[in-house]
Structures are given as C-alpha cells and as structure tokens.
C-alpha cells in the first residue's frame, strides 16, 4: 500500500516517523523524474541533508581530476550519498594531504639543518653553497645568528652594526614587522628552554627551525582550513591549497604562512557577517606581514557599489554595507595600532626598521626592475648607489594605477564581481609592480586563486611553474664560480613566473565581465565568501557618480 502511495506521488504518514521536507530541484536527484513528494522516514533524520547535487563532484566536472579517481575506482556514482561518511570528511582528507605535503616540505628543509663537527663542538654543515646545491635555503636558519636571536635579546631594543658594500657602518635592528619578530622571539625562547632541557637536543638553531616549523605547519593548517569553509560547495577545489607544489618549497621558507592564516580567517569571518572580527584578524595579519590589509580596499570597494542610500537599516538587517566595511576598516586599523603602538613608543627606532629597509633596499633580483636590468643591462630608475627615490615613486605609482582599475572593474562590471576574485587581483597587482618578491610571497596568492579562479589544471600549473622557479634561483645565488647558472637563467624564469600570474588576472577579468564562465556562479552560488554582500541585491543606479556606475547587462538574446 505504502508503495503503490509512494508510486502515485502521494505524500505517506507514518505513525511516529520523521518527514522530510520537499527539497528544492538543486537538491534533490534527477528532479525531473520526481513528483514534488514529501517523504517519510522510520527514524529521526540527519541534521546533514546533503546528497550528490549538494557539492562539486570535481571527478565528473573535472578532466584532471576525472583521469587521476580511475586510479581509485572511477568518479563518484550517479546515486551517491554524499555527507554521511563519519571520519574520512573532505575537512579529514584534505587535513591528512596538507600534513603529508608539509612533512615533505619540511624534509626539503633537512638538508639545511645537518650538522657537523668543527672547532669546538658542532656546527651547521653549509659548506661549498650546499645550502644552494642541496635546494634546502631556509631564512629561518641564517636568521636565527642574523638578528641575534642566538644571545636572547629582544627584538627591536637589541642593536647591531653592519658594514654594507660601501663600507659604511650602519646601525641594524630586527627587520621584520612587530608580530612576526615577537613570533621569532617566542620560537627563540622555546628553542633555548629545550636546549636547557633533559630532552633529545641538538644544536640551538636546529631547535629553533623545528620550533618555528611546527607553528608554521600549524599556520598553514588554519589557512587550509579557513579556505575550505570559504569554499562551501566546492570544498575540494582547497586540495590544491593543501597539495599546491608551492607548498613543497615554501612552507618553511620564511614567516609567511603566518600571515595566510590571518588572511583566511579575516575573510572567514567577513563571509560570516562578523565584520569587526574580520577586521581584527586581518588587523593581526597586517601586523605580521602588511599583504592581509590589501584585502579591506576590495571590501571597500563591494560595497560602496552594494550602498542603497534609499533604503533603511532593515533592507539590510540593521547591517549595511558601508557600516560593515567601517566596522573591518576600524577593527583592522585598531589592532594593528595596538599590536604596534607598545614597540614603537619603548623601541621607536627598532620599530621603525622595517620601514627603513624597504624603502632604502634597491630592487631585488626577482622583481620586474630587475629582469629589465639584467636583459638590457639598464642602471635603474635611481643607478645601483643611493637611496632608491624614484623607484619607490614609480613601484606606488604603478601599484595605486593598478589598484584605481580594478576599482573601475569592480564599480562597473555589469554584475557585481566576487571578494576573491578581486583581492587575488589586488595581491597579484602588488607583487607584479612591488621592487621585492621574495619567493615565499607567492603563498600569499594561493588560497586567494583557489577561492577566486577554480580552474584547477591552470592553477596546477601556475603554481608548478612558480615553485620551479626555486631552482635557477638557488643555482644562480651559487655563483658561476662555484657551477651556478648566470643571472639570466635566473630572471628568464621569473618572466615565466610572472606572465602565468598576469594570465591568471585576465582569465579572472574575463569571468568578471562574463559570470556564466564562473564555475562558483554556474552552480547558483553569488559569493561564498561576500558576507553581507551574498546575494545582496546588485542595484542598477547606484549613488555613485554616473562614470562609475555598475553598466546595465547586455540583453540575452
């Protein structure tokens, strides 16, 4: 009898049984050979209703990922159940991978932290460049001696002097922004307290690596983390976050992934409509390296377009797009001034070090000033002596020209762009005109592309070609002397590097002006990661002026 009901389309009550309520067409499988039916179950239901239609199925969507599942039994079945398995979760699984990748990256490491005997006990085994030939550089070990570490000062009070390559004494400080010195200055004070310790030891440097990977593993974690929930429906895009080749060679290259882990969580918290929280983590981000406050001028920018000056607190549930990006802006420039303001009223000048070194230091040999000089053999904007004026100008000046064209994209495209598609932008449009890109800066963009560009074969191979880059760097800092590669070797892969980020922009713009390209759009979604801007309604005659005004939609025909 039950079956002949449920046959006829009939909705069937059973005694004591739990109903479950009509789903929506996006929710339910091959809706169009179901009636619209409520269904009934003998026990209580799951909180978790999600079925195939409810998440990517990258092993049907995807040509890569399609041909890597035949090794494991082929792509996910028409009738799959998706969400009910109870310990191997897509948060589980892409958890395990970025543990398995991190211990390769740290193993990468290893051969940087060997020691040897020497004079008078033990040392690092760095002879004859084998911190280049062995491909294992880390900042993290030379700094350790560099700043000082080694005699337990404080950053920023402890000074030294250096002799630069006129000759000319010059007083140094720590040179990293407040958060990421107290950070080192922390992992210097676990290193020493297990140096002291009966545990297994070894030498204090080699301590203090192991002590900063583990939080920078733990760093990375968060971010892959974050970016999954970020996500949403697509959460295994955030394996190439987790697996990203990147990921190999810069994990513990330097301090980075500290300031990824803010990034994320800062745009979490936006995308849960905790503006003030957002702020204060991207605040912190700031604090450790300046890249996550990037991220509030793209806020910004949504919305100022998303603005309805004619419409009152509740059209908004008393949260209105400008409030919530004063409340981000607000939150951020408070916690960075109160992370900061203690250092540099005690240490002004340790403090101001960080500042002082990236507006002396000349371009570095991976920016685009650079790979002119070593094509055509051009001096600079400023000659290789002095302080570097004009291109300091010229680097802001390209930067905030970038930056006013992906405002006018994001005020003017015809649907409102996506936050991740136009941070990726901003990071991108920073380090492509920034006279420094130090390799580990790459990190910076990979949650960002996932989030923004779910293109998973071209980001593969964005990523691929970035990561490759670390070996003509590492030749090239050798020495031709000692076998390594001449320069060009070098800055003709960062060309490469360089034009696949340049690529990524435009296959980002091109999805912004045509949104029926965007995989995140094409399954429904409107921004994941937009907050109070998540399907929030696109107005057509904004309050902005009429050059800056969103364009009308092209009919379809």
């Given at each position: 009898?039950?079956?002949?009901?449920?046959?006829?389309g009939?909705?069937?009550?059973?005694?004591?049984?739990?109903?479950?309520?009509?789903?929506?067409?996006?929710?339910?499988?091959?809706?169009?050979?179901?009636?619209?039916?409520?269904?009934?179950?003998?026990?209580?239901?799951?909180a978790?209703?999600?079925?195939v239609?409810?998440?990517?199925?990258?092993?049907r969507?995807?040509t890569?990922?399609?041909?890597l599942?035949?090794?494991?039994?082929?792509?996910?079945?028409?009738?799959?159940v998706?969400?009910r398995?109870?310990?191997?979760?897509?948060?589980?699984?892409?958890?395990?991978?970025?543990?398995?990748?991190?211990?390769?990256s740290?193993?990468?490491?290893?051969?940087?932290?060997q020691?040897?005997?020497?004079?008078?006990g033990?040392?690092?085994d760095?002879?004859?460049?084998?911190?280049?030939?062995?491909m294992?550089?880390?900042?993290?070990v030379?700094?350790?001696?560099?700043?000082h570490?080694?005699?337990?000062?404080?950053?920023?009070?402890?000074?030294?002097?250096?002799?630069?390559g006129?000759?000319?004494?010059?007083t140094?400080?720590?040179?990293?922004?407040?958060?990421?010195?107290?950070?080192?200055?922390?992992a210097?004070?676990?290193?020493?307290?297990w140096k002291?310790?009966?545990l297994?030891?070894?030498?204090?440097?080699?301590?203090?690596?192991?002590?900063?990977?583990i939080?920078?593993a733990?760093?990375?974690?968060?971010?892959?983390?974050?970016?999954?929930?970020?996500?949403?429906?697509?959460v295994w895009d955030?394996?190439l976050?987790?697996?990203?080749?990147?990921?190999?060679v810069?994990?513990?290259?330097?301090?980075?992934?500290?300031?990824t882990?803010?990034?994320?969580?800062?745009?979490l918290?936006?995308?849960?409509?905790?503006?003030?929280?957002?702020?204060?983590?991207?605040?912190?981000g700031?604090?450790?390296?300046?890249?996550?406050?990037?991220?509030?001028?793209?806020?910004?920018?949504?919305?100022?377009?998303?603005?309805?000056?004619?419409?009152?607190?509740?059209?908004?549930?008393?949260l209105?797009?400008?409030?919530?990006?004063?409340?981000?802006?607000?939150?951020?420039?408070v916690?960075w001034?109160a992370?900061?303001?203690?250092?540099?009223?005690?240490?002004?000048?340790?403090?101001?070090?960080?500042f002082?070194?990236?507006?002396d230091?000349?371009a570095?040999?991976d920016?685009?000033?650079?790979?002119?000089?070593?094509?055509t053999?051009w001096?600079?904007?400023?000659?290789?002596?002095?302080?570097?004026t004009?291109l300091?100008?010229?680097s802001?000046g390209?930067f905030l020209?970038?930056?006013?064209?992906?405002?006018?994209?994001g005020?003017?495209?015809a649907?409102r762009?996506?936050?991740a598609?136009?941070a990726?932008l901003?990071?991108?449009?920073?380090?492509l005109t920034?006279?420094?890109?130090?390799?580990?800066y790459?990190?910076?963009?990979?949650p960002?592309?996932?989030?923004?560009?779910?293109?998973?074969r071209?980001?593969?191979?964005?990523?691929?070609?970035?990561?490759l880059v670390?070996?003509?760097r590492?030749?090239y800092?050798?020495?031709?002397?000692r076998?390594?590669?001449?320069?060009?070797?070098?800055?003709g892969?960062?060309i490469?590097?360089?034009?696949?980020?340049?690529a990524?922009?435009?296959?980002?713009?091109?999805q912004?002006?045509?949104?029926e390209?965007?995989p995140v759009?094409?399954d429904?979604?409107d921004?994941?990661?937009?907050?109070?801007?998540?399907?929030?309604?696109?107005p057509?005659?904004?309050?902005l002026?009429p050059?800056?005004?969103?364009?009308t939609?092209?009919?379809?025909?």
């Amino acid at each position: 009898m039950i079956e002949q009901e449920l046959a006829r389309g009939e909705a069937v009550a059973v005694p004591g049984a739990a109903t479950v309520p009509e789903q929506p067409p996006a929710q339910r499988l091959a809706p169009e050979r179901l009636a619209p039916v409520r269904y009934t179950s003998p026990e209580p239901l799951a909180a978790d209703l999600r079925s195939v239609d409810d998440r990517d199925k990258p092993s049907r969507t995807d040509t890569l990922t399609a041909q890597l599942c035949d090794l494991i039994g082929g792509p996910v079945g028409d009738h799959a159940v998706i969400g009910r398995v109870r310990f191997w979760t897509p948060m589980r699984v892409l958890m395990a991978f970025a543990v398995l990748f991190l211990a390769l990256s740290w193993f990468g490491k290893a051969g940087c932290i060997q020691q040897r005997p020497e004079a008078g006990g033990m040392g690092l085994d760095w002879d004859n460049g084998r911190q280049y030939i062995a491909m294992c550089y880390s900042d993290t070990v030379p700094l350790y001696g560099a700043e000082h570490l080694d005699e337990g000062a404080f950053p920023y009070k402890k000074q030294w002097t250096d002799f630069g390559g006129d000759g000319v004494p010059q007083t140094r400080y720590m040179e990293y922004p407040v958060l990421s010195g107290l950070f080192q200055y922390g992992a210097m004070g676990i290193a020493k307290a297990w140096k002291q310790s009966p545990l297994p030891g070894g030498l204090e440097v080699v301590i203090y690596f192991n002590v900063v990977a583990i939080f920078l593993a733990m760093a990375w974690l968060v971010t892959i983390w974050a970016s999954a929930q970020l996500a949403s429906r697509r959460v295994w895009d955030v394996a190439l976050v987790a697996m990203s080749p990147l990921v190999l060679v810069h994990a513990f290259t330097n301090f980075d992934a500290i300031a990824t882990a803010f990034a994320a969580g800062g745009l979490l918290a936006w995308a849960r409509r905790r503006p003030m929280v957002a702020g204060i983590l991207l605040g912190l981000g700031g604090a450790a390296k300046l890249y996550p406050l990037l991220l509030l001028g793209p806020i910004l920018i949504l919305c100022l377009r998303a603005e309805r000056l004619d419409e009152d607190d509740s059209a908004w549930g008393g949260l209105r797009p400008l409030r919530a990006a004063g409340a981000a802006i607000g939150g951020a420039v408070v916690t960075w001034l109160a992370v900061n303001a203690p250092i540099a009223l005690l240490y002004h000048q340790g403090w101001w070090e960080f500042f002082r070194l990236n507006t002396d230091r000349h371009a570095d040999p991976d920016s685009i000033y650079n790979v002119i000089t070593s094509f055509t053999g051009w001096s600079g904007f400023d000659g290789a002596q002095g302080s570097p004026t004009i291109l300091n100008l010229v680097s802001l000046g390209l930067f905030l020209l970038a930056c006013a064209g992906i405002a006018w994209i994001g005020l003017r495209a015809a649907r409102r762009p996506r936050l991740a598609q136009l941070a990726f932008l901003v990071v991108a449009a920073f380090l492509l005109t920034n006279k420094v890109w130090s390799p580990q800066y790459s990190l910076w963009l990979v949650p960002l592309a996932v989030l923004a560009l779910p293109q998973r074969r071209i980001l593969l191979a964005w990523m691929t070609i970035d990561a490759l880059v670390w070996v003509p760097r590492m030749y090239y800092y050798l020495g031709t002397d000692r076998k390594g590669i001449p320069e060009q070797w070098f800055t003709g892969t960062v060309i490469l590097r360089d034009l696949a980020v340049v690529a990524l922009c435009a296959l980002i713009i091109r999805q912004i002006y045509r949104p029926e390209e965007d995989p995140v759009r094409r399954d429904g979604a409107d921004d994941p990661v937009g907050g109070v801007l998540d399907r929030a309604p696109d107005p057509r005659f904004a309050w902005l002026p009429p050059l800056l005004r969103p364009r009308t939609p092209a009919p379809v025909s």
